[in-house]
């Protein structure tokens, strides 16, 4: 048991404006009294930059979506936001784990309710985690990329499940604390994936201490307390019905108008907060809160297949081209650190891999034009009839994203690369995420605070980001980094995992397949009207201790 505690260790136009202030309650003004003891009642407005497009937990991972799954589940086990230790939650203690990881058992609480009224069984839990770790492709309803080399659950008796792996899956424990392990009752599990979609979102049934209680599809989703919560995790001071009556997700894509309702004090959180609008949050009443995110970092993905990037001499120019250090410098605050490899420092495995990673434009144009890389009548760079032309996304839930890859536009122009920009909304990125002609440099994040969160990134069989994985004819084009990367999520012993993940981080620095940028925290801007305000171990916002000092 000793060992998966440490497996767990780190380890907002006008207009616009005019209407959403309308729509917002009136919030405390700057002489609000200080914050006391924790007061009961009242609905918090909280921003969101993009709205949610599913609450099928295993796909929940855009943080609009896991915003409202963290606060409307439960989790089998709890992650500690501070330490990243694993904690009883629903289930009574940390889990019995045989010695290679493949067979779990868990004990449960049985006084445990959905708020449908139906009871949190054993049988139900079973049905949640064998949906999760397998999927339903004729629900189209994929498998959690949290859980690996899931095999089958089974109900001991009536407060005792079992789970079976057809191979060691040591992150298992870590991956029931994750939002895309929330529980659901029965009738929410039956849904198809257009069930748990946009439009349908009361109908997600779950046992946490707040309950969908409204939507309004795209612009507003309402929470409202439970007033029968009772199984919050043992570890946490506050026991019992949430503080808070209710919280009134509002979309607010514009960022003017999310820092401008709250520092009027019309709204009392907002998330994404971009870096220049940070320093209106140092007025009095106002405060910012940086949460680390604690997996892969900020960073553009080189995806090697590309005919223009099969070459590691061009990949390892553009690393060589970019400076981040001005990127960071210019856009950014000190709540974005420079990363210094493929992983936060606070995340589990983190590895130093930033010797790869230094600004060298003399080299970068030495080692293009070693590749055979000429420069054309328009000063971009030939060869063999190609340009060397490149489109990057522009990644919506990354902050300044579009101007990331505006500065890396000028940057790389100096010697010759063309960048190009893929616009469009979120559900255009996600269409044109997986097409090589479309993009080739991918710029993305991910959160989660297990050894696993760089296999959810890179590994072929889940978010694929290199394509390394060509889904037209199945070819892997680097086995090596694919093996490596089902090690971590394989290895038993942690130090073996850990051995695992130093070596993919190798891998993927070694041969330039990765420029990680900064690391991501999500960055809110709050009001002092909101006290006891938190979030997970990743960052999604949580407003179980919340409340309102008004």
């Not at 790869?356 to 009548?377: C, I, M, N, Q, T």
């Not at 489109?391 to 190009?420: C, D, H, M, W």
């Not at 002609?437 to 991910?446: G, L």
């Not at 981080?505 to 991501?520: K, N, S, T």
Request: with cysteine.
């Amino acid at each position: 048991m000793s060992r998966l505690r440490r497996s767990a260790l780190a380890a907002l136009s006008l207009a616009a404006t005019t209407a959403l202030l309308a729509g917002c309650s009136a919030s405390a003004d700057s002489s609000a009294a200080p914050a006391g003891d924790p007061v009961t009642g009242g609905t918090l407005t909280y921003l969101e930059p993009q709205t949610w497009n599913t609450l099928y937990p295993p796909a929940a991972g855009f943080y609009p979506n896991g915003g409202v799954i963290n606060n409307v589940t439960d989790r089998l086990l709890y992650q500690n936001p501070e330490t990243l230790e694993l904690e009883p939650w629903i289930a009574t203690a940390l889990p019995e784990v045989n010695a290679d990881a493949t067979e779990y058992t868990f004990t449960l609480r049985d006084d445990v309710t959905y708020s449908d009224g139906t009871p949190l069984t054993a049988e139900n839990v079973v049905k949640n985690l064998d949906l999760y770790g397998g999927g339903d492709e004729d629900r189209a309803l994929t498998v959690s990329e949290a859980i690996n080399n899931y095999d089958r659950g089974e109900v001991v008796d009536d407060t005792t499940v079992k789970f079976f792996f057809t191979a060691p899956s040591p992150g298992f424990a870590q991956a029931v604390s994750t939002i895309n392990s929330g529980l659901v009752s029965d009738a929410t599990l039956d849904l198809t994936s257009e069930g748990f979609g946009p439009g349908n979102a009361t109908d997600i049934v779950g046992s946490g201490p707040f309950v969908i209680a409204d939507e309004q599809v795209g612009t507003q989703i309402d929470l409202e307390a439970r007033d029968d919560y009772d199984w919050a995790p043992p570890s946490v001071e506050h026991q019992g019905r949430p503080y808070l009556d209710g919280i009134n997700f509002v979309v607010a894509s514009e960022s003017s108008v999310r820092v401008g309702t709250v520092v009027s004090k019309q709204a009392d959180l907002a998330r994404q907060i971009d870096a220049p609008d940070e320093a209106q949050f140092a007025a009095d009443g106002l405060s910012i809160v940086a949460a680390s995110t604690n997996g892969v970092n900020n960073g553009l993905n080189f995806r090697f297949r590309h005919p223009l990037l099969e070459d590691i001499k061009v990949r390892q120019a553009l690393i060589a081209g970019i400076d981040r250090e001005a990127i960071v410098d210019t856009l950014f605050t000190e709540s974005y650190p420079l990363a210094t490899g493929a992983l936060a420092k606070t995340a589990l495995g983190y590895t130093d891999t930033s010797e790869y990673y230094v600004y060298d434009p003399e080299l970068a144009a030495k080692l293009l034009d070693e590749a055979g890389w000429k420069a054309g009548s328009d000063g971009i760079l030939e060869k063999d009839g190609a340009r060397l032309s490149l489109t990057f996304n522009e990644a919506l839930p990354q902050p300044r994203s579009k101007e990331v890859v505006t500065l890396i536009q000028e940057q790389l122009g100096k010697l010759g690369v063309e960048v190009k920009l893929f616009g469009g909304d979120q559900a255009a990125q996600d269409a044109a995420r997986l097409e090589l002609d479309t993009i080739q440099v991918y710029h993305s994040m991910v959160g989660r605070a297990d050894y696993d969160v760089l296999k959810s990134q890179f590994f072929s069989a889940n978010r694929n980001t290199l394509l390394n994985l060509d889904t037209a004819d199945g070819s892997i084009g680097d086995e090596e980094l694919d093996s490596l990367l089902a090690d971590v999520a394989s290895e038993p012993v942690t130090e073996d995992r850990a051995a695992a993940s130093a070596a993919a981080q190798q891998r993927l620095a070694e041969q330039a397949y990765i420029l990680p940028i900064l690391e991501e925290p999500q960055v809110f801007g709050l009001t002092d009207a909101l006290q006891g305000f938190a979030t997970e171990s990743v960052g999604r916002p949580t407003f179980y201790s919340a409340w309102l000092n008004k």
